[in-house]
């Protein structure tokens, strides 16, 4: 874990929901009021990293409408169909107000960190008070370890658990719903792990962020939206 309190105070985690279906308008527009009062930025400078989508043209339209709408500039940088100058990617993260990570494949947003650096890149940005953000894959890689999946259909298969950047000494555990620990195929994953670490369990709709203290807060969409910070043993005994 890097243990330095601006880091992971900087930090806005969102565990999943469709934004195009503006299911994290509220969350989006409380993370902008948080920049400007912050920053005192009437117009925040949005960096929009699409890395685990592939870049997909689609979400990268969608997410520059709607935060354009909530009053920010957006600028996107493209790290997989493109390979920009290093100088470029350092130059985007150090003039964003705001860097968000879209959903999508962790293990292919965690390859351009290490292609890109952006680790260091994310660092000299909070240092410069920027904000760090992440939705679902572009969430989870920030924790020590996080369990992944794939979908198929609507469903979640292919349960498993992978190593994270460390900036949160958490399992950090993404879309999180309690019929998923019902799930035997889960639950025994977690158990037979036998990591000494608390979960951080982020639902859809819902942001993780911190406030001076390693307890995690939590902003949501709506009231029944679930986050949740819990030993693996507690999380499973308080929901299976």
């Excluded at 920053?39 to 890395?51: I, Q, T």
């Excluded at 390979?83 to 947003?109: C, M, R, W």
């Excluded at 993404?174 to 977690?190: G, I, R, Y």
């Excluded at 001076?212 to 005994?237: A, M, R, Y």
């Amino acid at each position: 874990m890097i243990n330095n309190k601006k880091l992971i105070n900087n930090l806005i985690l969102i565990g999943g929901g469709i934004m195009r279906k503006g299911e994290t308008e509220k969350i989006d527009r409380w993370m902008l009021e948080r920049i400007r009062n912050k920053k005192k930025v009437k117009k925040p400078k949005v960096l929009f990293v699409p890395s685990a989508s592939e870049d997909l043209k689609e979400y990268v339209q969608d997410f520059t409408k709607r935060y354009q709408s909530y009053g920010a500039t957006v600028k996107s940088l493209f790290l997989v169909k493109e390979t920009p100058l290093q100088a470029k990617v350092k130059k985007s993260f150090i003039n964003a107000d705001l860097i968000y990570f879209g959903g999508g494949d962790a293990n292919l947003l965690l390859g351009t960190f290490r292609k890109f650096d952006l680790e260091s890149s994310c660092i000299k940005a909070v240092e410069n008070d920027s904000v760090i953000s992440g939705l679902s894959a572009g969430a989870i890689i920030w924790g020590e370890k996080f369990l992944t999946f794939d979908r198929r259909g609507n469903k979640f298969v292919n349960f498993r658990i992978e190593n994270g950047l460390g900036w949160i000494d958490k399992l950090i555990i993404p879309h999180f719903d309690p019929s998923m620990l019902k799930n035997k195929k889960v639950s025994n994953l977690l158990i037979k792990s036998n990591l000494n670490l608390e979960t951080l369990a982020i639902g859809n709709g819902t942001a993780a962020y911190w406030k001076d203290k390693s307890t995690p807060l939590f902003k949501k969409q709506k009231e029944l939206c679930l986050g949740i910070s819990l030993s693996i043993k507690d999380l499973i005994q308080k929901y299976e």
